[in-house]
């Protein structure tokens, strides 16, 4: 399966601040997805990543707050703009053949802001 | 609300015991599918089972699907230490992506 590595793997940030958070797999995949988690609770679906086109957003994000790149098939990127407390939580990159298929995860970046 | 829902949100036996996990759903599915999330981890595909299967055996794991209840459970048998970890399910009733339950977290004693 899979190797997926995201960096940085945690970071504690000022409130109005960006931070770009990576995702590199070790082999070509279809597809890309970035999720949130939150403490103790479960994952939120924010966008597909999408290679060489924008990104597919959930209901409730938007491409402002939450640009995503994928510049080609093993790698991709999530911004996370303006942040508030209220972004404090685990981000998560999965890869997978679609959406209903197994994913594979990496272990996420643990995001506080203060 | 979250399409899948799991319980007990928290379980805790000893080394040895068996654990069971439940997950319950709202609409129909294509499948189902059980993952695994040790703590400061990413989450671990344990397994699928489609909506035409009632069963699925992996090593130490047993899932079964009645999808005239809309329910899942998860049995691990003779649980071991390094189980103690977060069970989610996910379901792929919202446009075929999968929705993620609350989780059950699991502590095995040793």
């Known amino acids: 399966s899979a190797v997926i590595s995201q960096k940085p793997s945690r970071d504690i940030c000022q409130r109005g601040t960006s931070l770009t958070i990576q995702c590199q797999v070790d082999s070509q995949v279809t597809m890309m997805f970035w999720y949130r988690q939150q403490p103790g609770q479960s994952l939120t679906l924010i966008a597909t990543a999408n290679q060489g086109s924008e990104a597919t957003y959930e209901s409730g994000f938007v491409i402002d707050k939450f640009p995503i790149s994928r510049p080609n098939l093993t790698f991709s990127t999530l911004t996370v703009s303006n942040m508030s407390p209220e972004d404090s939580s685990i981000y998560l990159c999965s890869v997978g053949d679609s959406l209903n298929q197994p994913q594979h995860f990496g272990d996420g970046t643990r995001l506080s802001i203060l | 609300s979250q399409q899948g829902e799991e319980d007990p949100q928290a379980l805790s036996i000893q080394e040895g015991e068996n654990a069971t996990m439940n997950c319950s759903y709202k609409?129909?599915?294509?499948?189902l599918q059980w993952y695994r999330q040790n703590s400061g981890r990413g989450l671990v595909h344990l397994i699928l089972?489609?909506?035409?299967?009632r069963e699925k055996h992996s090593g130490r794991l047993r899932v079964t699907l009645d999808t005239s209840k809309k329910s899942s459970s998860l049995l691990i048998t003779a649980s071991r230490a390094a189980d103690t970890a977060s069970y989610f399910c996910a379901t792929d009733a919202n446009a075929g992506k999968s929705t993620f339950g609350d989780g059950t977290t699991l502590t095995v004693k040793p």
């Open positions: 089972i489609r909506s035409n299967e």
């Open positions: 609409t129909s599915i294509n499948n």
